[in-house]
C-alpha cells in the first residue's frame, strides 16, 4: 500500500476510535465549544494584527517619501504610493522590474545598484537622477538600508527612500544667480568709480584746450568730439552704475493692462513692420499690481525685445495674466496668492544648453546682443520680491513666467 493511503487509513482509525469513544452528545457539543472558543481567540488575533498590518501601511503609503525596495538581484520588489505617482502611473506595473532603469543616466544606476549589492554600501542623502515614464528628468535625494525580514540574519533587499529635490534645485541655481550678480555688480561698481575719476579729469583738461583754439581751428572740432566721447562713456558708465546698484524700487499699485499697452505703443510700429501679432488676456478681475512701476517696465520692455529678436519672421506674442490664490510667495499670511503674468512668443526658441545661461549678465547669442536684459530683469524682480521663469522648446517658442506676491489694496 501507498503510504498516502497509509496514512489516511491511519487518521480514519483515529477519528472512529473518537467517535467510539464518545459517550453522548453532550460530549460532541463540549468538544465543538472547544474548538469555537481556540477559533474566537485566532479570529480577535487576527483583527488585531491586521490593524497593526494596516496602521503600517497607511504610513509607508502616505509618507511624502518615495519608498522602493528591491531584492539580491536589483529587481522591484514594492513601491510606495509616492513612487508610483512619482515615476510611473498607477496602474503601470513595475514590480519585478530592475531598479537601475529608473536611473535617467543608466551607467549611474549601475553603479549604484552594484555598489549596493556586491559591496554592501549604504547611501546617505545622495543625489541623482530618475527618469519617469514620459522621460521627464526628476532630480531626487536618496538614502538606503538593508533589508531584513524577521526571523532572518541576512539581508534579503534594500530599501530607497527618496525625495524630488526639483525645488531645492531651482532655488539652489537662484541663489547662484543672485551670488553671480552680486559679485558682479560690485565689481562693475568699483570700476566705473575708477574710470569716472581719471575720465573727469579728461574731460576738464580737454575743455580747456578746446578754449584756447579759435572756434572755427579743426584742432577744436576734434577736441570737442573727445569730449562727446567722454560723455558718451560716461552714460555707458552710468547704465552699468544703475546695473550694480539698482535704484532702491518705489512699489505702488498699478494696473498690469496700463503697464503692458504703454510697453506694447512703444513697440508697435516695431511689432508691424516684423508681421507680430500681439495678443493679452488677462483675468477679469485681476488684482492690481504692488511693484516700482518704471522697473516693471523695464522688464516687460526686455521681454518685449527679446521676443521681437526671436521672431524674425512674425508671430505671434502674448501675454496672459492671472490670480491664483492658492501659492504663497511671501511671508505675509494676510496676503495669500500670486498674480502669474506669462509673455509668451512663437519664436525660435532656447536650447536645453542655452536655456541655463540666458539669465546670466553678459549672455547673449546675438551679433549685436549686450546679454544684460534678463540679468537685469530677474534683478528687478527680485528688488520687488518676484520671480521669473523660463520654458522654451526649440523653434516653437519660448514662455516666460513672472511671479508677483498679491498685496492687498484697501483702496479696491
Ligand atoms: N524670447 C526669447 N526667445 C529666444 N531666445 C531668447 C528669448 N529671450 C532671451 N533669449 C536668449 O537669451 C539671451 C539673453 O537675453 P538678454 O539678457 O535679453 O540679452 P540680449 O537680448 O542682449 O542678447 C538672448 O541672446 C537669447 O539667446
Ligand atoms: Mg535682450
Known sequence: MS?????????????????????????????????KFKHDKLLKQYEKLSRVFEFHKGIIQNISSGIITIDLSGNITFMNSTALEMIANKSENMLGKSMEMLFADREEGHLI??????????FESREATLVDINGEIIPIGFSTTPLRENNSDGT??????????????????????????????????????????????????????????????????????????????????????????????????HQLQNIVDGVYLLLAPKMAKRKIKFHTSFDEHLPSIYIDESQFEQVILNLFLNAIDAMPDGGDLNVSAVFDKSIIL?????????IIIAVSDTGRGISPEKIE????????????GVGLGLSISSRLL?????????????????????????VKNNQE
Open 3 to 35: 503510504k498516502y493511503l497509509e496514512q489516511k487509513k491511519e487518521s480514519i482509525v483515529r477519528v472512529n476510535r473518537i467517535i467510539d469513544n464518545l459517550q453522548s452528545v453532550q460530549d460532541v457539543k463540549e468538544i465543538l465549544e472547544k474548538y
Open 113 to 122: 545598484i552594484n555598489q549596493l549589492l556586491k559591496l554592501n554600501k549604504m
Open 156 to 253: 534579503t533587499g534594500y530599501i530607497f527612500i527618496f525625495r524630488d529635490i526639483r525645488e531645492l534645485i531651482n532655488f539652489r541655481k537662484q541663489m547662484e544667480r543672485m551670488d553671480r550678480l552680486a559679485t558682479l555688480g560690485e565689481l562693475s561698481a568699483g570700476i566705473a568709480h575708477e574710470i569716472r575719476n581719471p575720465l573727469a579729469g579728461i574731460k576738464t583738461s580737454a575743455q580747456v584746450l578746446e578754449e584756447s583754439f579759435s572756434p572755427g581751428d579743426f584742432r577744436a572740432q576734434l577736441i570737442s568730439r573727445i569730449v562727446k566721447e567722454i560723455d558718451r562713456s560716461n552714460k555707458l558708465l552710468q547704465r552699468f552704475f544703475n546695473f550694480a546698484k539698482p535704484s532702491r524700487p518705489k512699489p505702488g499699485f
Open 330 to 338: 511671501n511671508e505675509a499670511p494676510d496676503n495669500p496668492g500670486a
Open 357 to 368: 545661461k540666458i539669465f546670466n549678465p553678459f549672455y547673449t547669442s546675438k551679433s549685436d
Open 382 to 406: 527680485e528688488e520687488n520680491q518676484s520671480r521669473i521663469e523660463v520654458q522654451s522648446e526649440p523653434q516653437k517658442g519660448a514662455t516666460f513666467t513672472i511671479y508677483l506676491p498679491h
